[in-house]
Structures are given as C-alpha cells and as structure tokens.
C-alpha cells in the first residue's frame, strides 16, 4: 500500500467513513482504490483534489498530517475537528445554523 493510500485510510478513520462511502462521496470506483492499494494504479492530482474535497481539507492538509491548529484556541479546534467529521449536507446545515444564531 503506498503511503497515499495509508492517508486516505488515516483520514476515512478520523472522519468516520468507509472507502465505500468515499467512494461514493468522490467517485472514484472501488476497484480504482483496490488497484491503488495494489500499486497497480497511481494516484493523479485530480484524485487526491477530489478526496481533499470529499474530506473538506486542502491538498497541504492531505501531505501534512497535523492534527493540531496552533493558532486556534480549544474551542475553535474542537469546532473545526468536528465540521471535518461531518459530510457535505451536514456542513450546509450546520452553517446555516450558524448563520441563523449571528441574526439573533
């Protein structure tokens, strides 16, 4: 398995999400993560742009694997930490939650 593929692993586990629903999310076939795996196939940038994006992080987030925001405080990491766990429907939500509480 290429170090590629052991991030996506990473990043499928700390947001909760199996290959299959990231297959899903990016669709990028289940069989093409199989022959990733197998190094029978190679990742192109626009692979690992489509699962940053199904991730909700950057292309550097993907090659770094920094789990801590030094310039934010606790509450703010642990706002982020969770908007990163939450999926593309969830996050439209969530901000317009967000958006309604900065009305009141």
């Not at 993560?33 to 993907?62: H, N, V, Y």
Request: glycine share 2%.
């Amino acid at each position: 398995m290429t170090n590629i593929m052991k991030r996506v692993d990473e990043l499928c586990t700390k947001h909760g999400i199996s290959r299959y629903r990231l297959s899903q999310n990016t669709g990028i076939s289940q069989s093409a993560f199989s022959k990733m795996d197998r190094q029978q196939a190679t990742l192109s940038l626009e692979t690992i742009e489509r699962i940053c994006t199904a991730f909700g992080i950057s292309l550097a987030q993907f090659f770094t694997q920094e789990t801590t925001y030094p310039d934010l405080t606790p509450d703010q990491t642990r706002l982020l930490d969770a908007w990163l766990r939450l999926d593309s429907p969830k996050r439209d939500f969530a901000l317009s939650m967000m958006e309604e509480l900065l009305k009141i």
